[in-house]
Nanobody
Framework: QVQLVESGGGLVQAGGSLRLSCAAS????????MGWYRQAPGKQRELVAG???????NYADSVKGRFTISRDNAWNTVYLQMNSLKPEDAAVYYC??????????WGQGTLVTVSS
């Protein structure tokens, strides 16, 4: 079993920055990839950024150049550095861990609010 706990959300003005953290515990050796998703009110959950075992990253077009995903080598913590935040970035951000082709684990989410 893997458990994920997000932190770092909060209120920030447009143009500001936040860094989200996702602390993983349990059988972290089984993690293949991790990612950050977000869900705004009335919208579907969407992938924001992902990172694989090999360190490859991918980003949603809407955050490219502004957000950076990173992790420590042991999968203990995954980060999402968010710069130049926009009001449309406001959402609940969720950490996700892929443990195999169909097995995944989610964190409880952390709220990001961006004021204009």
């Amino acid at each position: 079993q893997v458990q994920l706990v997000e932190s770092g959300g909060g209120l920030v003005q447009a143009g500001g920055s936040l860094r989200l953290s996702c602390a993983a515990s349990g059988s972290i050796f089984s993690i293949n990839a991790m990612g950050w998703y977000r869900q705004a009110p009335g919208k579907q959950r969407e992938l924001v950024a992902g990172i694989t075992n090999g360190g490859s990253t991918n980003y949603a077009d809407s955050v490219k150049g502004r957000f950076t995903i990173s992790r420590d080598n042991a999968w203990n913590t995954v980060y999402l550095q968010m710069n130049s935040l926009k009001p449309e970035d406001a959402a609940v951000y969720y950490c996700n861990a892929r443990l195999g082709p169909i097995l995944e684990v989610w964190g409880q989410g952390t709220l990001v609010t961006v004021s204009s």
